[in-house]
T-cell receptor
Framework: DTGVSQDPRHKITKRGQNVTFRCDPI?????LYWYRQTLGQGPEFLTY????????KSRLLSDRFSAERPKGSFSTLEIQRTEQGDSAMYLC??????????????FGPGTRLTVL | AQSVTQLGSHVSVSEGALVLLRCNYS??????LFWYVQYPNQGLQLLLK??????LVKGINGFEAEFKKSETSFHLTKPSAHMSDAAEYFC????????????FGKGTKLSVKP
């Protein structure tokens, strides 16, 4: 059984560089979510996809952030021109959306980003 | 707007003692409620969820939570703490509908003393 996987697990970059993270959801899960978690805080919603369509973006997702989910399978989250404030754990979650299933989300291990 | 408040950023108990982690929510519609656990440098694991069925919900690892609408609470309990329960616990709410994204509390770090 493979759960949600994320790559890389850790990324250290210099301010101003671009970074890209990948998330592979549980097979056949139609929804994929991205969250950001800073130290001492709970995860904060960034965006979500249903299949390949990006249905909502949080106001936390600035223009430097872009997410894609081509073909409705894996997803990528790119941050352009990174800033020190982008340092955080980026969590991916997937779910099989249907009315009444409680919207249970399965989380990956996260990608920890450090911007120097 | 939805929100979650977790009272106590840090709770310390002795091994074998009762664990009580508090969560209060705010929601304009009947909510779905969740408790997740996070171990250091790992993702979140679902402990239990409330989806408008039984108000007393049993989860994994001996945890349970009771939904109390009148108190807008969803506190997490475990009768007897184990050392392996030391972790950070997050309460989350979803209003359901077509979105389903979760709103998390700030978390409570549980320490278990031998």
């Amino acid at each position: 059984d493979t759960g949600v996987s994320q790559d890389p697990r850790h990324k250290i970059t210099k301010r101003g560089q671009n970074v890209t993270f990948r998330c592979d959801p549980i097979s056949e899960h139609n929804r994929l979510y991205w969250y950001r978690q800073t130290l001492g805080q709970g995860p904060e919603f960034l965006t979500y996809f249903q299949n390949e369509a990006q249905l909502e973006k949080s106001r936390l997702l600035s223009d430097r952030f872009s997410a894609e989910r081509p073909k409705g399978s894996f997803s990528t989250l790119e941050i352009q021109r990174t800033e020190q404030g982008d340092s955080a754990m980026y969590l991916c979650a997937s779910s099989l959306f249907s009315s009444g299933n409680g919207y249970e989300q399965f989380f990956g291990p996260g990608t920890r980003l450090t911007v120097l | 707007a939805q929100s979650v408040t977790q009272l106590g950023s840090h709770v310390s108990v002795s091994e074998g003692a009762l664990v009580l982690l508090r969560c209060n929510y705010s929601s304009s519609v009947p909510p779905y409620l969740f408790w997740y656990v996070q171990y250091p440098n790992q993702g979140l694991q679902l402990l239990l969820k409330y989806t408008s069925a039984a108000t007393l919900v049993k989860g994994i690892n001996g945890f349970e939570a009771e939904f109390k609408k009148s108190e807008t609470s969803f506190h997490l309990t475990k009768p007897s703490a184990h050392m392996s329960d030391a972790a950070e616990y997050f309460c989350a709410v979803s209003e359901g509908g077509s979105q389903g994204n979760l709103i998390f509390g700030k978390g409570t770090k549980l320490s278990v003393k031998p």
